[in-house]
T-cell receptor, first 113, second 111 residues
Framework: GAGVSQTPSNKVTEKGKYVELRCDPISGHTALYWYRQSLGQGPEFLIYFQGTGAADDSGLPNDRFFAVRPEGSVSTLKIQRTERGDSAVYLC???????????FGPGTRLTVL | GNSVTQMEGPVTLSEEAFLTINCTYTATGYPSLFWYVQYPGEGLQLLLK?????DKGSNKGFEATYRKETTSFHLEKGSVQVSDSAVYFC??????????FGPGTRLSVLP
């Protein structure tokens, strides 16, 4: 079956702009996670959803970052007033339930110039 | 809070050599433990997992045993291949907590 998909695969933007990153989880997976991975590092947790609600957003670095999952399926990570330090690969993962195996998408590489 | 420590890479081995990548953890509660692998140009994939003490996860010739007494989950393979070259991540989760990943260990296997 289809895996987790993320769009776009690459995004280049200028400092101060707004960006949206999209994640389509595996059908039927109730839990959805966002991570950020910088070069040479492991994935860093940002936020996870159980259904439509954000169950834990403690990893969001500041209030420029926001994520939604309005219908309990597709999720969008939104970054306002982007900064060069936001440049990273943003990973999305989904699982049948919390604590189950997470299946990762290919990521969106964000570059802020 | 929860944390994962992995041996620093890169690790370079010849084909058919024995592999060990060390992973130790700190966790509140009773974690589930995972190894994920990231092949060049690809996304993260689950390699194996263990959910309780003394469980052994295995896949593709790789093994790891959940050792509660030493808080470890070391990854081993008896004979590595060039195709095993990748970055390996140890990770854990506990009930009500999000996943925590280690920094990754890059493995290069030479023919």
């Amino acid at each position: 079956g289809a895996g987790v998909s993320q769009t776009p695969s690459n995004k280049v933007t200028e400092k101060g702009k707004y960006v949206e990153l999209r994640c389509d989880p595996i059908s039927g997976h109730t839990a959805l996670y966002w991570y950020r991975q910088s070069l040479g590092q492991g994935p860093e947790f940002l936020i996870y959803f159980q259904g439509t609600g954000a169950a834990d957003d403690s990893g969001l670095p500041n209030d420029r970052f926001f994520a939604v999952r309005p219908e309990g399926s597709v999720s969008t990570l939104k970054i306002q007033r982007t900064e060069r330090g936001d440049s990273a690969v943003y990973l999305c993962a989904s699982s049948l339930a919390v604590r189950d195996t997470q299946y990762f998408g290919p990521g969106t590489r964000l570059t802020v110039l | 809070g929860n944390s994962v420590t992995q041996m620093e890479g890169p690790v370079t081995l010849s084909e058919e050599a024995f592999l060990t990548i060390n992973c130790t953890y700190t966790a509140t509660g009773y974690p589930s433990l995972f190894w994920y692998v990231q092949y060049p140009g690809e996304g993260l994939q689950l390699l194996l997992k263990a959910t309780k003490a003394d469980d052994k996860g295995s896949n593709k010739g790789f093994e790891a045993t959940y050792r509660k007494e030493t808080t470890s989950f070391h990854l081993e393979k008896g004979s590595v291949q060039v195709s095993d070259s990748a970055v390996y991540f140890c990770a854990l989760t506990t009930y009500g907590q999000n996943f925590v990943f280690g920094p990754g260990t890059r493995l290069s296997v030479l023919p």
